[in-house]
């Protein structure tokens, strides 16, 4: 379910993500251009764990965007090298006791990237329509989580597709035709994008 949150945000603003974690609570605030939307999300900490790892993730839609983790690494051509240096802030945080998250203690590492191109794996299913490849590709990212497969279809492309939490097939006025051809193209572009990264992908 959908709900009104904040102001409107356009071209050129600052929002900051501000995240608390209580012992009995984590709170989840946003601001535009420094002002407080208040809370956003409120969550009992049983319901994520005690021993929970937040990571930051960013998902937008023809969106283009800087992020401010809290430190910048600048290369040197000259010299070769790479230097982390601290990024200031684009806004005033709305309260005292925040740190930015490349500054946090104790940080925890998500899934490290495969070192070379050489220990990718690529499994490309071929079959009849109906013929179970989904369900063998669910089953077996299930079975091997350590691989962190990356899955290429147009099912799950039309998974992504909602409008306001609605699929986009059920909100859809024009031909089903013209989406399906534009999933495609967009598929071969993200398979594209799959070949030249260090990642397990299924192609499905």
């Given amino acids: 379910n959908f709900e009104e949150y904040g102001e409107k945000v356009g071209k050129g603003q600052v929002i900051g993500v501000f995240i608390d974690i209580g012992e009995t609570e984590v709170s989840m605030t946003f601001s535009k251009n420094g002002d407080d939307q208040g809370d956003a999300y409120q969550i009992s900490r049983k319901d994520v764990g005690m021993d929970a790892v937040f990571f930051p993730h960013i998902l937008t839609r023809n969106v283009k965007f800087q992020a401010n983790f809290g430190v910048i690494k600048e290369r040197d051509e000259e010299k070769g090298t790479a230097e982390m240096k601290d990024m200031e802030n684009m806004k005033e945080p709305i309260g005292e006791g925040y740190v930015k998250i ?62 306001n939490g609605e699929p986009k097939k059920k909100v859809y006025k024009g031909k089903w035709e013209q989406v399906i051809q534009k999933a495609t193209r967009s598929l071969q572009d993200l398979i594209r994008s799959a070949s030249v990264r260090r990642r397990n992908v299924i192609i499905d």
Wanted: hydrophobic content about 30%; overall charge positive; aromatic content about 4%.
């Fill in 102 to 163: 490349a500054k946090v203690e104790n940080k925890e590492r998500g899934t490290p990237r495969i070192k070379t191109r050489e220990e990718c794996e690529m499994i490309m299913m071929v079959g009849l329509p109906g013929s179970g490849k989904s369900t063998w590709v669910q089953k077996h990212v299930e079975e091997n989580p350590d691989k962190n497969y990356h899955v290429i279809s147009t099912s799950e492309m039309f998974k992504k597709m909602t409008v």
